[in-house]
């Protein structure tokens, strides 16, 4: 099966200053990469996602890398807000159609 | 309306009751899925259903038992829990999981957050 795994787990940034949040994944037929953020007692919420076909996209301050080949996809915010910290899962669909989630990060932006 | 609907939103129950969690989304996705998270960790699959048939049990102890009535609702029965069940537990569906769709993604549900004492 698939195995995602994410670092860091705890991410503490000034704010307006850039956060990076990065997993990989074992199964080359994944084919999709959702990213959740989960505040403190809140479901998780898409934020952003990308296909196996696109290597970048981008949406206001926040932006997904992929690169394929080395079977890793990043997370990267802009000019931090304090209103993004929170827990951030990525995610993989495999092969087989399931989802399987990295071990989340903990992001905290300092006022 | 493109929301999945959970209740309750908190559920208090003791290791002898037996409760239901409902789930119920009216966007015509087809795949229901059941997860268990606890505090600042990943949620867990539980369960699967696609058209309405159960297709993954990730070997969920007996105590838990999912239900499909029809396309909208599913249900979790709870029975003869133990405190370290306590967790949130999340409903969330997708269009289908069997075939390349448009949109790929989860919806979640807002959770129920049980407690067992």
């Known amino acids: 099966g698939e195995n995602v795994e994410q670092h860091p787990s705890t991410l503490s940034v000034q704010e307006g200053d850039s956060a990076v949040i990065k997993c990989t994944y074992s199964?080359?037929?994944?084919?999709?990469f959702p990213w959740y953020k989960q505040e403190l007692g809140k479901r998780p919420q898409l934020i952003i996602d990308i296909r196996s076909n696109v290597g970048e996209k981008k949406d206001q301050r926040i932006a997904v890398t992929l690169n394929k080949t080395a079977k890793h996809f990043s997370l990267h915010i802009t000019e931090t807000q304090p209103e993004d910290s929170a827990v951030y899962f990525c995610a993989a669909r495999s092969g087989g159609n399931q989802f399987y989630f990295g071990t989340g990060t903990s992001l905290t932006v300092i006022p | 309306d493109t929301e999945v609907t959970q209740t309750p939103k908190h559920l208090v129950m003791g290791m002898t009751n037996k409760k239901s969690l409902k789930c119920e989304q009216h966007m015509g996705h087809r795949a229901m899925y059941w997860y268990k998270q606890k505090a600042k960790k990943p949620p867990e699959l539980m369960f699967v259903y696609s058209y309405e048939k159960l297709s993954i049990n990730e070997s969920v102890p007996s105590r838990f038992s999912p239900e499909c009535p029809n396309s909208s609702l599913l249900n979790l029965h709870l029975h003869a829990l133990q405190p370290e069940d306590s967790a949130l537990y999340l409903c969330?569906?997708?269009?289908?999981?069997?075939?390349?769709?448009?949109?790929?993604?989860?919806?979640f549900g807002s959770g129920t957050r049980l407690t067992v004492v």
């Open positions: 199964d080359s037929a994944s084919n999709y």
């Open positions: 969330a569906s997708s269009q289908d999981m069997r075939t390349a769709t448009t949109n790929y993604g989860y919806t």
